[in-house]
């Protein structure tokens, strides 16, 4: 469904990413990983087509995605890593008037049904009179998350969805994205917490804006040879990117971008 070729992202005459490969298939879970600083957001930007990149192509459904970007972007849901949902108003109003804005074409009665299955698939049912303000990390993930699923998108951008929840409420979201996928929606997440890894059906490591692993959770450990997924981050560092950038290029993983 989605394809990036040598994607390449130059900011303030700084090359963030460098020929960065990828690929989303119809109902995928898919977790990009990285150290602080790597370009995981600049690259979730690049492939959304919500900043696009100077280098290298996208493609959505096979077409240019930022040369379509008028017309597919409806299909596109992306949650920023900071909450922009106001605050004060609860969660029912917040997608009501979200619904309000973005399905301008729907009716009232098909916009409170949509807005009622929103809050029913990310478990916010009693919350659902409750300000923002008052909620946990959790579920006011949940309502930004929500706000990007009104409209049905194909796929789904979150960057660092589960960065500051306790461990319950990292697993618990993790969780909803994978039901997302399994529901026929893909669904790309960044975040550097190396736990609900196996949830996912591809892992991107990113190290230095490069591409240093795409490919199945199960396999990142031998690829890595390391025996827990925390300890990639150390392995990381013994060498270069572009070292790394190269073995996934000749590793038999790296069929999954091509
Ligand atoms: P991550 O999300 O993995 O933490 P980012 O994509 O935010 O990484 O940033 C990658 C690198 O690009 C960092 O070194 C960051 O300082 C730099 N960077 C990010 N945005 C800009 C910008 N607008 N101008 C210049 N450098 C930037
Ligand atoms: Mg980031």
């Known amino acids: 469904m989605l394809k990036a070729r040598k994607v390449g992202v130059q900011l303030g005459g700084v090359q963030i990413l460098q020929s960065v490969d990828f690929a ?27 900043r696009p990149a100077n280098e290298g192509t996208v493609t959505f459904d096979g077409k240019n995605l930022y040369e379509s970007f008028d017309e597919v972007k409806a299909q596109i849901g992306f949650v920023p890593q900071d909450d922009i949902v106001p605050s004060a108003l609860t969660v029912e109003r917040v997608l009501g008037y979200a619904a309000e804005l973005r399905l301008r074409d729907v009716d009232v009665e098909e916009r409170g049904r949509r807005v009622d299955r929103t809050i029913a698939k990310l478990g916010l049912g009693e919350r659902r ?3 923002v303000s008052k909620l946990s990390g959790g579920q006011r993930k949940r309502v930004n998350v929500g706000v990007e699923l009104l409209n049905d998108p194909r796929i789904l951008f979150a960057d660092e969805p589960t960065s500051g929840l306790d461990p319950a409420l990292e697993r618990s979201l993790t969780e909803t994205f994978r039901k997302m996928a399994d529901g026929g929606s893909s669904v790309v997440v960044t975040t550097h917490i190396m ?3 196996e949830l996912y059906d591809r892992l991107a490591v990113i190290v230095k804006g490069r591409l240093a692993y795409f490919g199945p959770p199960d396999g990142a450990k031998p690829y890595f040879d390391v025996d827990d997924f925390t300890k990639i981050y ?8 572009v070292d790394w950038h190269n073995r996934f290029q000749k590793s038999e993983h790296a069929r999954h971008v091509r």
Do not use: C, M, Q, Y
């Not at 989303?24 to 919500?50: C, D, H, Q, Y």
């Open 129 to 131: 009179t409750v300000r």
């Open 24 to 50: 989303v298939n119809e109902g995928e879970l898919i977790g990009v990983l990285g150290p602080s600083g790597s370009g995981k957001s600049t690259l979730l930007l690049a492939l959304s087509g919500f």
């Open 234 to 241: 150390a392995r990381l560092d013994s060498h270069p990117a």
């Open 195 to 197: 736990t609900s890894l």
